[in-house]
């Protein structure tokens, strides 16, 4: 997937996201631009932590984050059964 961000600022971002899902865990690699470091997060609900890995200027470095709304604002809605939110039918549109 392609995602574009627009900052506040006039800049703009595109990345290419990839996803891996396990029973467990699920990974998000997002592939950055230019100067952008790539990221790797894993989401792991079982002990409710998003831990990000990435490389910068040669060193290995990373972070864990709790599984929570202040830190990850989309969760809630990531975390529910589908059906269960306000789209309960797939909008399918052919491409």
Known sequence: MIATRHSTNGN???DTIGYF???EK???MIHGRRN???KRM???PSDTTITCLF???GRKSGYVLPMDEEHWPGMPSAMRP????PRSKLN???K
């Not at 589908?82 to 939110?85: K, P, V």
């Open 55 to 57: 490389e910068m200027n």
């Open 21 to 23: 899902f396990e029973n």
């Open 26 to 28: 699920t990974a998000m």
């Open 82 to 85: 589908y059906g269960a939110g």
């Open 12 to 14: 703009v971002r595109h």
């Open 36 to 38: 952008e470091p790539d």
């Open 92 to 94: 399918y549109t052919g």
């Open 42 to 44: 894993v989401f792991n």
